[in-house]
Each structure stands twice: as C-alpha cells, then as structure tokens.
C-alpha cells in the first residue's frame, strides 16, 4: 500500500528564527496525531524549508515524526559553482528528501531535463529521495495539450535515470495554472493527471512501479480541498506551497490524510 506523504515548500520564505517558529508548532500540532507516532503511520510529513533556514528546522524535528528536505540541489557533486548547493551536503545536513523540476525553477532559472536528470541521480547517490514536479501550463491545458506535456516532462527524465525506485523517486504533478492563484485542479482533473502519470510511468518502467510510485498533487491544496483530492485512488499526498506556511493550515492538510488512513 502506497503511504501519504505531505510535503510542505517554504520556497523563498522564513529564514531560520521563523522557521524555527513554524517547524515548532508543526512539530508541536503533530505530537496530537497518535497515528503518525505509530509503527506503521500511513503518513509522513516533510518541510523544505530554504538551505540557511535547514539546521534551526532540524533542531525542532529530530526525534520526531517530521522529515527534512531541500528545494532544489546542484547537477554537479562540487567544484567550482559559485552558490550551489550538491546534494550530498543536504544529506549531511539531515535531509531525506529534495525536490526536482519545480515548475518556478523550470520557469525562472530555465532548469532542464539533463539537469533534472543530473540532480536526481546526485541525490540518489547522496542517499535523499527525490521529489520529481511536473505540470502542464495554462494554454497547454486550454490547447487540450495537458497529457502531451505531462507525457513529454516525465518522459525526458525518468527512463534516464540511473535507478527510480518507489524508495528514491515520488512524483508530483502541478498544475502550473494551480500554483499559487488558489485555483485548485477539479478532482476530475486531478484524478485524470495522476492516473495518466501511472499509465506513463508504467509504459516506461513497468507497471510494478507504476503501482508503487507515490504521486502527490500540488496547486493551492488547503485544510478545505485536501481531504477530496487525497481521497482520490491515483492521488498520494501533496506538494504544498503556501498553506504550509501555517502552521494550523499546514497540519490540517496532514489531517485529512490521516483520516483517509
Ligand atoms: P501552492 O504551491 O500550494 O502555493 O499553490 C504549491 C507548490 O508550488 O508546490
């Protein structure tokens, strides 16, 4: 059985005494979910907070049930580039998770598939589990090209990849049109997204994979719409931006899973 896992992206915000402020009261709101302590909890939990702001979040989660992880890393394991950060590093610095092809990092840095290839077979090797993102654009979806895209971005990395296990690689699929506008995806939409991702997934590594690999949903997910999308078969968590910035909002999300359970 696929486990939930929510993952929280800070993005460019909260240096380490707010995160360290934000990391406590998740830390603190999630004691109260005698599931998650359990054995077996059929949830994990995860914030990606900035590089500088990783060290004041560990001191918070360690011994607790909240995982660390990265927004990015470098596609080079060191060397001389200037302000990168490889993922060997963010091992170092408890990190068990990082995230790969954000649409903001496709958009704005121009990160491609070769990088996208590179950075998650670095964080394979670092031993940190790899949150690949990907998603169709506004006028693609209106252009009925959505599958196109999602078919093409996993495509260009996945087969690539020196090892994809369901262990070392979950997939998040974001909507780029949902991202930060409140738009959510309609579950109908959702649910279509995340069963396509599986059947690609499947054509081009077996389905045994397919039916293992975790794919989250990302795009203005909230306490209100969480439960409704990760009741959803295809649907295994979700990547989430702004409501993790709340603590109770952010908790919250982890609480219509853990319902779900
Ligand atoms: P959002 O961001 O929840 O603010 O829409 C999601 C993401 O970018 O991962």
Redesign the pocket.
Known sequence: MRRYLVAG?W?LNLGPAAGLVLASGVRDRLASLDSLASAEPGCDVLVCPPYVTIPAVREVADGHPLLLGAQTCADHESGAFTGEISAAMLAEVGCSHVIVG???RRQYQRESDDQFVRKIDLAHAAGLTAIF?YGELLDERQAGRAETVVRDQITGVLPRLASVTAENTLL?Y?PVW????GETATPEIAQAMHAHSRTVVGELLGGELAADIRILY????KPTNARELFALPDVDGG??????LDAESFVGIVEAAVALV
């Open positions: 992206n993005k954000h649409s903001e993102c998040a974001e949902a991202i930060g506008t990302g795009g203005s997910c990547l989430i931006g702004g409501a993790s």
